[in-house]
């Protein structure tokens, strides 16, 4: 218990490393990054993408080595490329080094989440895993939270944050190999066939998932600028925000406690339309400022939920495949991300905040009308408490 108790923490702080401080940490900084290296709203958009489309390249890359490298060693290498990532941003001086140490960074992504399925998977039992991946899945928001704090500590010094970011992540990356499970004893293959690609619900998942990721650039990428070019708010306040986002994404936690009671496609509906929600509002922030926190706990909390719900429908599609189950969907995040970034910065750029706020909103809640298919409900009821007549054999040690 204990063991599996100090794998689940590594794994919080992996996720906390890679997605919280690798990737998103960019959008908060960015107001002063732009400044100083004097980056367009659209040069931007292509350094955020940048780190999406290299998840997308990390999440293929898990899936072709995985089974060479095992979890271990991929969680390894996850955490060695954020740290590297992160300690280059600290020595950039142009938007082209900037976005090769983003885009760095933003690899670590990809390689973080497979293998922390797959030893979930191996190491969990079946009717905790919602609760372990939901909970691994909110390390996000922690990451989020600490780079707000770090900000609030120290305004202005986006390189010297940077640099601490880098040692937090070699230090979790240390405990990281102890505290990983060891290689499991059934080592599926990496590789999937196409049929795999049309069960019943995939498209859906991808479609849902691609259109949430691209819709949720606009507060990930350009939230902290809007705060300060719409809402005057300071380097005080819009650390403040982002921490407020991160707290409101820790309830995330709860992903899986929700779905086993109001089931998959419900929770990720709720979700879709809260977020939504949340980037209408920041448009009506400027008449009363202080709304912008209640907007970004929304947004936090909607985001870190809704992930997880696509995290567990994946996971529930590939039952025989953890790793690809949960890697699909966030591969379809990220793709959307990646398209998602650069749009936003152009329409940005043309026509301003309330007309690209509103466009992304719209996105955002076309993603709720895809939902799992009967058959994953199926799937689901078989894994709530009480129904555990398939249950497989017991899970690997985690040591």
Not at 221 to 240: C, Y
Not at 288 to 310: C, E, K, N, R
Not at 340 to 349: E, R
Request: proline residues 4%; aromatic residues 10%.
């Amino acid at each position: 218990m204990r063991e599996r108790i100090n794998f689940i923490a590594a794994a919080f702080a992996l996720t906390a490393l890679t997605y919280g401080l690798g990737r998103f940490a960019y959008g908060l900084l960015l107001p002063h990054i732009q400044q100083d290296l004097s980056l367009s709203a659209t040069a931007a958009g292509w350094i955020g993408g940048s780190a999406f489309a290299t998840y997308c390249f990390g999440i293929v890359l898990a899936f072709a080595v995985g089974g060479q490298l095992g979890e271990r060693r991929l969680a390894v290498l996850s955490g060695l490329t954020a740290t590297s990532g992160l300690a280059l941003v600290t020595i950039a001086s142009s938007g082209w080094s900037l976005g090769a140490a983003i885009a760095l960074a933003g690899l670590s992504t990809g390689l973080t989440s497979p293998p922390l399925a797959a030893a979930v998977a191996h190491c969990v039992e079946e009717a905790e895993r919602p609760k372990a991946n939901g909970a691994i899945n909110a390390g996000t928001a922690a990451g989020i939270i600490l780079s707000g704090l770090a900000v609030t500590a120290f305004p202005g010094g986006w390189r010297e944050l940077y640099a601490v970011f880098a040692v937090i992540g070699a230090a979790v990356t240390v405990w990281l190999w102890f505290a990983m499970p060891a290689a499991s004893g059934e080592r599926r293959s990496g590789g999937l066939s196409v049929e795999g690609l049309t069960r019943p619900g995939v498209g859906g998942l991808c479609a849902g998932a691609f259109l949430m990721g691209a819709a949720s650039t606009a507060i990930w990428t350009f939230g902290a600028n809007i705060l300060r070019s719409d809402l005057g708010f300071a380097d005080g306040r819009i650390a403040l925000a982002w921490s407020v986002l991160g707290a409101a994404g820790l309830l995330g936690a709860g992903t899986g406690l929700l779905t086993l009671r109001f089931r998959i496609g419900p929770v990720h509906r709720m979700a879709s339309f809260v977020m939504a929600l949340a980037l209408i509002g920041l448009t009506a922030a400027p008449l009363a400022p202080m709304m912008a926190f209640g907007v970004m706990g929304l947004f936090g909390v909607a985001y870190i939920v809704s992930s997880g719900a696509f995290l567990l429908w994946g996971i529930a599609l590939f039952s025989d495949r953890p790793d690809f189950g949960l890697g699909l969907p966030f591969l379809m995040v990220a793709l959307g991300q990646t398209a998602g970034a650069p749009l936003f910065g152009i329409v940005l750029d043309a026509a301003g905040s309330g007309t690209a706020l509103l466009s992304f909103a719209a996105i955002m809640a076309s993603a709720a009308f895809w939902v799992p298919n009967a058959a994953l409900t199926g799937e689901q009821e078989a894994a709530r408490p009480g129904n555990m007549t398939s249950l497989p054999e017991t899970p690997a040690d985690c040591r």
